[in-house]
């Protein structure tokens, strides 16, 4: 496992105890933290959240979680021993609610297929 992957993992960790434990912000929704993404230098982190809701529960997340970015850099640069707080940025992770919508789909093409197709009827195999 590379470094970068290690810090992604390490952070992805604390940002996610730091925003449900410490952030007591109204509107944060139920967030989870899904993926951090590393520059090699360590320098930037990219972190997505995925948050259990509509629309308007996505932009008061991101709201809440931007304007929380500095103490959340703070906490995570103490609890991480790095030469260098790393810059943080949240993004927003819809491959979820994507993957939830394509099941949904395959699971509607399966019911029309089961309906369009006949029932077989049962065969004698008599010989003559």
Excluded: C, W
Aim: proline share 3%.
């Amino acid at each position: 496992m590379a470094r970068t992957d290690k810090v992604s993992e390490a952070i992805r960790q604390e940002a996610s105890v730091i925003i449900h434990d410490k952030l007591k912000d109204p509107r944060l929704g139920f967030i989870t933290i899904t993926n951090v993404e590393m520059t090699p230098d360590l320098r930037y982190a990219k972190i997505y959240f995925s948050v259990l809701g509509n629309e308007e529960a996505y932009k008061k997340t991101k709201a809440a979680l931007d304007s929380a970015s500095g103490f959340i850099r703070k906490l995570v640069s103490e609890r991480i021993n790095l030469k260098f707080a790393p810059e943080i940025s949240f993004h927003e992770d819809r491959s979820i609610e994507y993957s939830v919508r394509v099941e949904e789909i395959l699971n509607e093409i399966k019911e029309k297929d089961e309906q369009v197709k006949p029932k077989k009827s049962k065969r004698s195999n008599k010989k003559a």
